[in-house]
C-alpha cells in the first residue's frame, strides 16, 4: 500500500525558509528565481537535482549552456541519466547566482543511486497540474496560462509570484492527493530531509527551488521518522558523472526527455530580450533573416507589420504581450504568405532552435570520452547538430583516419557518422552523412567499459563479435567491419572465425551470401592496409565450397528459399567478377552451368543462372531461346514453374532483352498465351522483376510490347476483353515508369 501524501501535516516551516515554486526550463520562472535570490540574500540555496551532482558544480565557470548534469551507474555505465540545463533554466540561474555570491548551492532531490537502471513501475494516470489551473482560469491550453500568468510577469514582486503559486499547487495537491505515486512521496522526503539537514547547519534565509508541483510537500515538516520510514530501503550503487553538451533540440519534450518545453528557442529568446523588453520586434527580424537565407521573400516592412499584427492579436485575446502563439499567426499570415513551409523552417530554427552548449577542458570525462574529444581536435573534425556531407579521400592521412574513426565509433553505438552508399565513388573515396547527438555521451559512457581509447575499445568489441559468431554471414560481416576500422588483431580473430563458420557451414546459399561483403573487403583491403590476398583465400574457399554445393541448393526448394537462393547467386556473381581470380571465376561458370541443366531445380534461381551466363558471353542467343522455349512450353510442368523461370530470367537490366528480338518475342509470346487464371498468378512475380527496371527501360519495353500486340492481334482465343483490360493497365504502368 502507498504511503499517504503528508501534506499539510505537522509544523509549519520557519518564516526564512523561502519555497520558490518553478516551471522546469521557464524564462519566467527563471526570472522570479533571479530576483527573488536577490532579495533575499540566502546562506544557502537548495535545488532540485540528484545530490550526486554537487562534486561537479565547481566547474560551473567552465560551462556554457544548454548543458547536461550526466550521471551513471559505475558497475554498468549503461545506466545513466541527464539532467539538462538551459540558460533560462531556473535551476541555472539559482546555481549561477550562489556560484557568483559565494552562496552554497546543494541539489536536494532523491538521489540517482536510487533511480538508475531501476524496472520502470506501472503505468498511471497523472495529474496535469497546469491544465487543471488553466481550466480553471478559463484557457484550453495550458501553456498559454502560464505563459500569461509567470513567463509574461516581469516586474511582478517575486516572493508575491512565489505565493501564489504555491497557493494554486496546495490546492491541486490537496484535491488529488491520490494521484501522486509512490516515487514522487520518496522524492520529497528526501526533500524535506535535505531541508532539515540546511535549517540545522545555519541560521540566515534558505531558499528553495524545486518544480510547483512539490511545494506543498515542503510547506510543512512531518517527523523526521516518518521521512525516513519512506527512504528506507532505496537500493545503492556508486555513481558517477560529468557535463556533457546539449542542445535545444534535445530540450524539446519531442526529444523524449520528460520535463522537456515545446519551444526551447522561443524561450531563449525571452530571456536574452528579458531586460531589453523587444522580444517581438527582434523575433521578427531574426525570422525575416532566417527566411532570406533560404532565398525566401521577408522584408523589413513585413517584419515590422508582422509586429503589429502579434500586438492586435495579443490585444485581441486580452494577453499582457504576444505569446508564441500570436507571433506564429503573424509569421504565418505576413511573412510566410499563409504557406506552412516556410514556418516549419522558423520552427526548427528558431522554435526548436540549434544551439549547442559548450564544456571546458577541466570537467573531468571518462577516458574513452576524452580520446574521442582528442581526435575530434587533432582531425579538425568538430561535433555539429546539423547534419553534414563529407567526401573522404582515403588516400589524404587526416581524411582516412578521419572515415577510421566514424567507423570505430559506428562499432561502438555511436553512430556519429553514416555511410552514403548510394554514391559510387570508387575505391579511394567515402560519402559520410555525419550529424552529432548530444545523447551519444550515453552510449560513449557505455562503451568506456571495453577501453580507455576508441582504437582499443572497438578492437576488444570487434573481437567478442567474432568469437560470438556462429555463421559464414556474420563472421564476414565482422571482418568487413574490421578491415573498414583498420584493426589488424580483430581482422585476424574474424577470419579466423569465417574459417571456422565456413568449415562447419553445409548450406550452400549461406556460403554463397557472404562473398558480396567479402569481395568488397577484398577490392578494398589494400586501401585499407590489409593483404588483400589474406581476403581473397577465404573468398575463394567460400565460393568453391558454394559452388559445389549450389545446383542441388536449388532442386526441390519452396518459394522462400528460391527467392534466398537467387539472392545469394546474385550477389555470388558480383562477387566472383569484382574480386575473384580467373580459376576461381571458371569454377563459378561451371556452376552456374550445372544449376542450368538441373532437373527439378526451382526456376526462380534457374533463370536467372540462364540470364548471367548469356550475358557473360557463356550461352548465345540459340542456347538461350531454346532453355525459354523448353521452360515456358512447360510440357508435363506447372505455369507457376513457367513463370518462376520467366522471373527469374527478368530480374536485372532490361537492356539486353529488349535489344535481342528473339528473346524478347519468345517472353511476349509466352505471357500472350498464358491463360487469364494464370496470367493472374504470374503478375506478382512479373512485378517483382520488373521493379529493378529502370524508367527509362520500362518505356523501351512497354513500346515493344504495344507494337508486338499491335502487330499480332493479342487480343484473340483464349483472352477476353477483361484480361486485355488488365494488359493494358500493365503496359501503361510500365510507359509511366513505375509497375504495375
Known amino acids: 500500500m502507498a504511503p499517504r501524501d503528508p501534506v499539510g501535516r505537522d509544523r509549519a516551516l520557519p518564516d526564512r525558509v523561502v519555497l520558490l515554486g518553478i516551471r522546469h526550463h521557464g524564462p519566467g520562472s527563471a526570472r522570479m528565481v533571479a530576483a527573488a535570490l536577490e532579495a533575499v540574500r540566502p546562506e544557502v540555496v537548495l535545488i532540485e537535482g540528484p545530490p550526486e551532482g554537487d562534486a561537479l558544480l565547481e566547474h560551473l565557470p567552465s560551462l556554457v549552456p544548454p548543458v547536461a548534469l ?54 498511471r494516470a497523472v495529474v496535469d497540474p497546469l491544465g487543471v489551473l488553466a481550466e480553471a482560469a478559463g484557457f484550453d491550453d495550458p501553456e498559454r496560462w502560464w505563459e500569461d500568468v509567470v513567463e509574461h510577469s516581469a516586474g511582478a514582486d517575486p516572493r508575491a509570484l512565489a505565493g501564489a503559486v504555491a497557493e494554486a499547487m496546495t490546492a491541486l495537491r490537496e484535491e488529488f492527493a491520490d494521484e501522486v505515486d509512490e516515487r514522487t512521496l520518496r522524492r520529497e522526503a528526501h526533500m524535506r530531509q535535505s531541508l532539515r539537514k540546511a535549517l540545522k547547519e545555519t541560521e540566515g534565509p534558505v531558499v528553495v527551488v524545486c518544480g510547483a508541483w512539490h511545494v506543498p510537500a515542503l510547506g510543512a515538516l512531518p517527523p523526521a521518522t516518518a521521512d525516513a520510514a519512506l527512504l528506507k530501503g532505496l537500493p545503492k550503487r556508486k555513481v558517477s558523472g560529468t557535463w556533457v553538451p546539449w542542445s535545444h533540440g534535445r530540450l524539446a519534450s519531442s526529444s523524449g526527455y520528460g520535463a522537456g518545453v515545446d519551444s526551447p528557442g522561443w524561450y531563449a529568446h525571452l530571456w536574452e530580450c528579458a531586460e531589453r523588453g523587444d522580444a517581438v520586434p527582434r523575433w521578427f527580424a531574426r525570422a525575416a533573416s532566417v527566411l532570406r537565407a533560404e532565398d525566401l521573400p521577408a522584408s523589413t516592412a513585413s517584419a515590422v507589420e508582422a509586429v503589429r499584427l502579434a500586438d492586435t492579436l495579443a490585444a485581441l485575446r486580452g494577453r499582457p504581450s504576444p505569446g508564441l502563439s500570436e507571433v506564429s499567426e503573424a509569421a504565418l499570415a505576413v511573412l510566410c504568405g499563409g504557406d506552412e513551409v516556410p514556418l516549419r523552417l522558423v520552427h526548427e530554427k528558431l522554435v526548436i532552435g540549434e544551439r549547442l552548449g559548450e564544456v ?61 552508399t548510394t554514391s559510387s565513388l570508387g575505391t579511394f573515396a567515402e560519402m559520410w552523412q555525419v550529424r552529432w547527438d548530444p545523447g551519444f555521451a550515453v552510449a560513449l559512457g557505455g562503451a568506456a567499459r571495453h577501453g580507455t581509447t576508441v582504437e ?100 526441390g526448394v519452396d518459394d522462400e528459399t528460391a527467392e534466398r537462393a537467387l539472392v545469394a547467386v546474385n550477389g555470388a556473381d558480383d562477387a566472383a567478377r569484382l574480386a575473384a581470380d580467373e580459376e576461381h571465376q571458371a569454377v563459378w561458370r561451371r556452376a552456374l552451368r550445372s544449376l542450368v541443366g538441373m532437373p527439378d531445380a526451382h526456376g526462380l534461381p534457374t533463370g536467372r543462372a540462364t540470364r548471367l551466363l548469356w550475358e557473360a558471353g557463356e550461352l548465345d542467343t540459340a542456347a538461350v531461346a531454346a532453355r525459354l522455349h523448353r521452360a515456358t512450353s512447360w510440357n508435363g510442368g506447372t505455369a507457376s514453374g513457367a513463370t518462376a523461370f520467366v522471373s527469374g530470367f527478368l530480374r536485372g537490366s532490361a537492356s539486353l532483352l529488349a535489344a535481342d528480338a528473339r528473346l524478347f518475342d519468345l517472353v511476349d509470346e509466352w505471357l500472350s498465351g498464358l491463360a487469364p487464371a494464370d496470367f493472374d498468378d504470374a503478375l506478382p512475380l512479373l512485378r517483382k522483376a520488373i521493379s529493378d527496371f529502370s524508367p527509362a527501360e520500362r518505356r523501351l519495353l512497354g513500346d515493344r510490347v504495344l507494337g508486338s500486340s499491335a502487330s499480332s492481334g493479342v487480343v484473340s482465343g483464349e483472352w477476353d476483353e477483361a484480361v486485355a483490360e488488365r494488359l493494358a493497365a500493365h503496359v501503361r504502368a510500365l510507359l509511366a515508369g513505375v509497375s504495375a
Do not use: M
Not at 93 to 104: E, F, K, Q
Not at 360 to 378: C, H, I, N, Y
Open 360 to 420: 571546458g577542458e577541466g570537467v573531468p570525462r571518462s577516458p574513452l570520452a576524452a580520446d574521442v574529444a582528442r581526435w575530434q581536435r587533432k582531425l579538425r573534425f568538430p561535433p555539429s547538430l546539423e547534419g553534414k556531407p563529407y567526401r573522404l579521400d582515403l588516400r589524404k592521412d587526416n581524411e582516412r583516419e578521419r572515415s577510421k574513426l566514424l567507423r570505430r565509433l559506428e562499432v561502438l553505438g555511436v553512430p556519429w557518422g553514416r555511410p552514403d
Open 70 to 123: 550526466l550521471l551513471h551507474d559505475e558497475a554498468e555505465p549503461s545506466a545513466a541519466a541527464f539532467w539538462p540545463f538551459a540558460e533560462f533554466s531556473p535551476e541555472w540561474r539559482a546555481l549561477t547566482w550562489a556560484r557568483a555570491n559565494a552562496v552554497p548551492a546543494r541539489f536536494f532531490d532523491l538521489p540517482a543511486a536510487a533511480s538508475l537502471g531501476a524496472e520502470p513501475s506501472e503505468p
Open 456 to 555: 582499443a575499445a572497438a578492437d576488444r568489441v570487434l573481437c567478442q563479435r567474432a568469437r560470438d559468431a556462429d555463421r559464414v554471414a556474420p563472421a564476414a560481416e565482422v571482418l568487413s567491419t574490421a578491415v573498414g576500422c583498420e584493426l589488424p588483431i580483430a581482422v585476424l580473430a574474424a577470419r579466423s572465425a569465417l574459417d571456422r563458420c565456413a568449415a562447419a557451414a553445409t548450406d550452400a546459399v549461406e556460403l554463397l551470401g557472404a562473398l558480396p561483403d567479402l569481395a568488397t573487403t577484398v577490392r578494398y583491403g589494400s586501401v585499407r592496409g590489409t593483404d588483400p590476398e589474406l581476403l581473397r583465400v577465404a573468398l575463394h574457399g567460400l565460393l568453391a565450397r558454394g559452388a559445389v554445393g549450389l545446383p542441388l541448393a536449388c532442386k
